[in-house]
């Protein structure tokens, strides 16, 4: 497929990262935090809330499918789930536990794995200074990452 890694990527030797707890990544412009019905019931019952409560008061539906709310703060659009108060200078997320699989698999996301370039533009854009500092990631657990990714991705409108 054109555009998407290849089974002998750049990456090869794996990428490094560490997440800083920035936020960063959690945060920008408006868009979605999409998640499935079992993500949605699992962070209902991490928050201890009926899954119908949850959904009116944490969610909304884009083209069909369940997205996280956000709201607008001096960093951009946060999760509705993005605390910046209970530890100064961390960005925690309340449902971390179980928070959706477009958030456990940033930042190896196809479009960000097709080419350095991609992911030096992530960096960059995010900016996401956990990308490029930490322990090596192995190519299999990137795979691993992209791949869940990619699954989550599978029935997306676009």
Not at 25 to 54: Q, S
Request: aromatic share 10%; with cysteine; proline share 6%.
């Amino acid at each position: 497929m054109s555009g998407t890694p290849r089974d002998d990527p750049w990456y090869r030797d794996g990428l490094h990262f560490s997440c800083t707890q920035c936020g960063n990544c959690c945060t920008g412009g408006e868009g979605a935090v999409w998640f499935t019905e079992d993500e949605g019931r699992a962070m209902a019952a991490d928050l201890g809330m009926a899954h119908d409560d949850f959904l009116r008061t944490h969610a909304r539906t884009i083209d069909g499918r369940w997205s996280l709310n956000e709201h607008s703060t001096e960093h951009g659009f946060d999760c509705i789930f993005l605390d910046r108060t209970t530890q100064p200078g961390k960005a925690l997320c309340r449902v971390y536990r179980s928070r959706p699989v477009q958030c456990r698999t940033w930042p190896f996301w196809d479009e960000n794995l097709t080419s350095r370039r991609a992911w030096d533009n992530a960096r960059r854009r995010t900016p996401c200074p956990g990308m490029d500092t930490g322990p090596l990631i192995p190519i299999e657990k990137i795979r691993i990452q992209r791949d869940l990714d990619r699954a989550d991705n599978a029935d997306a409108p676009w």
